[in-house]
Structure formats: structure tokens, C-alpha cells
């Protein structure tokens, strides 16, 4: 998860402040207009000036909207209430005759039939192009890094891509619903905290806790008395896993009996857990006691002396 410092935080909410501001200015604000009468005639006038423009109808573009701007403002009008009523004079004559406003690709030299031009020096940082981008053709910048900037500036100038402080507003935004939505109450001291997949307590020791209070119930399926916990929000019904199979499919599953064998140290009758390896003894210690034994009897039993061998007589002996 994206932590934010205070200073990101300050940056985002200025940035915010900034952009409430100026659109509620831009709410208040109410520019004057022209007549209606008045914005006619002064409509008619730019498209008869504007349809005289060669190459293109936006050569005297600029010249219509001072001249109108001049005009109104030596009336009395503030410069942004004229300079606004100009634009839409302007504006209203270009679509009145039917101009239509290249694109910034179009516009270029590049862009122009039988036309090229070449580039000696980037356009972005100002470095000489290397004769090896030169002969690739329409070369504008000396490295692709010039090229991807470039690019990313005209996205953010345009509005195609956001804001540092509009990305991180939305970071900070998506982090605080994630941890409103993973917020959850602990049952052992029911105090809010930030709760994982699953998760019921609040930390070890309020588990721990609960683990300690869980209180005495018998099972419904063979009744012995046993500590129910908590599983997903519910208490433990069954106190194994073969009660709790027979009450599920409604047939006991009992374990195979297992052999009974008599211990060899102290008597007693044990079963076996593992019948591929039979056992002597109940335990090590019946082991151990049956092995010392024997050892003490072994070095208790008197030593015969070895019977003694001719072997020079015919049979060996």
C-alpha cells in the first residue's frame, strides 16, 4: 500500500484548493455580451473579411479578433468581457463559412505534400541530431529519451494524461477506501483495526485470549464434554473429526481395531499404532529396564572353560 508523506499530502491538497477556486471563480463569473442585432452584424463583417484569406480562411483570424477586441474596449468594455465577445465573434464567422481548424500534425512542414524539412539541432533539448537519425528521414530529435519527453508533454499539455498531484489524489483516495473497507471489530476487546482475510482478532495476545476462554459444551454427536472455538464466527459443535463426519453423512465412522500386544518388560497389554512394525515393549523405559537386565545377568552367568582340541589325532579331535 502507498504511503503518502506530508509534504505529497500538502502538495495535493493546494493543488486541490487551487482547482476549487478557480472553478468557482469561473462559476461566478459573468462576462458581458453583445446584442443580438449587434452580433450579427458583426458576424456578417468577420466572414466577408475571413473568406478573403488565402491559403487558408484563418490567415486574418487574429486580425478579426483585435480589431473587434479594439473596438469594444474603446467603448468602455473591460479587456476580458471584450476580448471573450471577440472569440465568439470570430468563432461564429469561421463556422459560419465553413472553416475547419487543422490539427497541430497538420500544420506542420512535415505534414505538407512535396514538402520536407531537415532538422539539425532536437527540438527538445536543443543538441545536434546525429547524422545516423538524420538519415532515417523527418528526424526531430537526437535520442528516442527527447522523443518519449516529447511526447509526454504534448499528452500532459492536452489533458491526455493526468497530474502528478491528480495521480497521487487518486492513490491516496483508493488506499482510504481499501482500509475503510478492511476495517473490522476484534471479539476478545471489540476495538477496530485493520483486519487481513479472515481475521477475528486484533492481535496474538487477544487470540490467545480467547483461545483461554472458550467455554465448556458437549458434542452432538457422542456428547463428551470438550472447549469449543470459534471457527469463521462460529463455535465448534463436534469435538473431532469422525463426530462431525457421522453427523454430517448420518453413518459412524469407527477406526479399525488395532492389535493388542503384551509387553515383554512389565506385562501390560498395549496396541500397536503401526502393524508393519511390531513392537516388544509399552514404552523406552520398558526397554531400557529389559535390556539392563539381561546384561547384568549375562555378566553374572559363571564362564566355562573352553574345551580343549587335538588336532593331531585323525578326526580332529
Not at 27 to 43: D, E, G, I, P
Not at 255 to 267: F, I, L, M, S
Not at 285 to 306: F, G, H, I
Request: hydrophobic share 30%.
Amino acid at each position: 500500500m502507498l504511503q503518502l508523506t506530508h509534504t505529497a499530502m500538502r502538495i495535493i491538497r493546494a493543488d486541490q484548493t487551487r482547482r476549487e477556486a478557480k472553478a468557482a471563480a469561473k462559476a461566478k463569473a459573468k462576462f458581458r455580451q453583445l446584442n443580438h442585432q449587434v452580433m450579427l452584424r458583426l458576424v456578417e463583417s468577420a466572414a466577408s473579411i475571413l473568406r478573403t484569406g488565402e491559403p487558408t480562411y484563418f490567415e486574418f483570424e487574429g486580425a478579426c479578433r483585435s480589431g473587434i477586441r479594439r473596438s469594444l474596449i474603446m467603448q468602455g468594455w473591460k479587456w476580458t468581457d471584450a476580448d471573450n465577445a471577440a472569440a465568439d465573434v470570430v468563432s461564429a464567422a469561421l463556422k459560419q463559412i465553413g472553416a475547419v481548424r487543422p490539427t497541430w500534425d497538420q500544420g506542420q512542414p512535415e505534414c505538407a505534400a512535396n514538402f520536407s524539412v531537415e532538422h539539425y539541432y532536437c527540438s527538445r533539448c536543443g543538441a545536434s541530431i546525429p547524422d545516423e537519425r538524420k538519415a532515417s528521414g523527418r528526424a526531430k530529435f537526437c535520442s528516442d529519451l527527447c522523443t518519449t519527453a516529447a511526447s509526454l508533454t504534448k499528452a500532459r499539455l492536452s489533458g491526455e494524461r493526468r497530474s502528478l498531484a491528480d495521480y497521487l489524489a487518486q492513490i491516496s483516495r483508493t488506499s482510504a477506501e481499501e482500509v475503510r473497507q478492511r476495517t473490522g471489530t476484534c471479539e476478545q476487546c471489540n476495538r477496530p483495526f485493520i483486519a487481513h482475510s479472515g481475521q477475528l482478532f486484533c492481535s496474538v495476545r487477544c487470540r490467545g485470549l480467547a483461545e483461554r476462554s472458550k467455554p465448556e459444551v458437549n458434542c452432538e454427536q457422542c456428547g463428551t464434554v470438550f472447549r469449543s472455538r470459534l471457527n469463521h464466527g462460529q463455535r465448534q459443535k463436534y469435538c473431532s473429526k469422525p463426530c462431525s463426519d457421522a453427523a454430517a453423512t448420518g453413518v459412524e465412522r469407527w477406526r479399525k481395531p488395532r492389535p493388542q500386544v503384551t509387553c515383554e518388560g512389565c506385562g501390560s497389554v498395549f496396541s500397536l499404532k503401526v502393524v508393519s512394525r511390531p513392537r516388544r515393549f509399552c514404552s523406552q523405559s520398558c526397554a531400557n529396564r529389559k535390556n539392563n537386565s539381561d546384561r547384568a545377568r549375562m555378566r553374572c552367568e559363571p564362564v566355562t572353560e573352553p574345551q580343549e582340541w587335538d588336532f593331531t589325532a585323525k578326526g580332529g579331535r
